[in-house]
């Protein structure tokens, strides 16, 4: 008996995921997001670290201009599923069912970042099939624990985020601040080593940063498993995190009846 509740938590996770990744892929504003801005971002990144004259300039430009795709899909993709819920008056009905919301709310944020690794894979396709940017495994393995980790980070972050929208209704102001600061600090395009000394804590923070770490120095060499174990510690920290700022704002917003006004 006990275990009912969490087969049915399960169940809902796995289809949540598999019904929002529908929908995303099915959506014309996310395939322009996820197919078309990714085209564009790998080129400008491409030329401006062609004259670099490191070999590896160019796969680390394509990388990150590949995860700042992935970003803005979490991070839009967040913010606009409540707004969609909202407005076709559902949001209500998800709170007070008897699942807790946030086992409804996590595989919407994670299916954002999932379709967001398309971008990631298509502007490091883009770079070799255009720009014959060479495409070098160093690990082949640890870039597959990576790339699941990415995902689980980034998802973890996105609820937290969308908690946040619960509670205030103008998300995509929310979404239009955070984007550039959080692909600044996480190291997508330009360096950290680059930043101010007191700014670099606030990347080590993120997902973000451990993500394109693990991911590059899979493909490059380093210590890619440090980075992914680094993301994963912190994928379990923003689920607790979300957990909390879920409970707490949904709390206030039935406690206010401010649900689908605020």
Same mark, same amino acid.
Not at 43 to 62: T, V
Not at 249 to 255: G, S
């Given at each position: ?7 049915? *938590? ?6 949540? *995921? ?30 401006? %670290? ?5 070999? &590896? ?13 992935? *970003? ?33 709310? /996590? ?18 396709? +883009?770079? +070799? ?8 495994? /160093?690990d082949p393995w640890a870039l597959l624990v990576a790339l ?19 509670? %205030? ?9 955070? &984007? ?9 395009l330009v360096p950290t080593e680059l930043l101010p000394g +007191?700014?670099?804590?606030?990347? +080590?923070?993120?997902?973000?940063? *451990? ?24 994928? /379990? ?26």
């Amino acid at each position: 008996m006990s275990s009912r509740p969490l087969v049915r *938590w399960v169940r809902v996770l796995v289809r949540g *995921w598999l019904m929002q990744t529908k929908y995303l892929l099915s959506s014309g504003f996310f395939l322009l997001i996820s197919a078309v801005q990714p085209l564009v971002l790998a080129a400008l990144a491409h030329y401006l %670290f062609r004259a670099g004259g490191r070999s &590896d300039a160019l796969l680390y430009a394509a990388v990150g201009a590949g995860m700042l795709n992935v *970003w803005s899909t979490t991070l839009v993709g967040s913010g606009q599923a409540l707004t969609l819920l909202r407005t076709a008056g559902v949001l209500e009905l998800l709170v007070a069912a008897p699942v807790p919301f946030a086992v409804v709310l /996590a595989p919407m944020t994670a299916a954002t970042a999932s379709v967001g690794l398309f971008a990631l894979a298509e502007t490091v396709a +883009w770079g +070799w099939l255009v720009f014959g940017i060479p495409l070098p495994a /160093a690990d082949p393995w640890a870039l597959l624990v990576a790339l699941p980790v990415t995902v689980l980070g980034l998802g973890m972050l996105g609820m937290v985020l969308a908690s946040v929208f619960v509670r %205030f209704r103008y998300s995509n102001a929310l979404t239009n601040l955070l &984007d550039y600061p959080v692909w600044l600090l996480s190291g997508m395009l330009v360096p950290t080593e680059l930043l101010p000394g +007191w700014l670099r804590p606030v990347g +080590w923070a993120l997902p973000t940063s *451990w993500g394109v770490r693990a991911i590059r120095e899979s493909l490059l060499g380093g210590a890619p498993l440090r980075a992914a174990g680094v993301g994963l510690l912190l994928a /379990a920290g923003y689920l607790g995190l979300g957990l909390f700022t879920v409970h707490v704002f949904t709390t206030l917003a039935r406690r206010r009846a401010s649900l689908a006004l605020s």
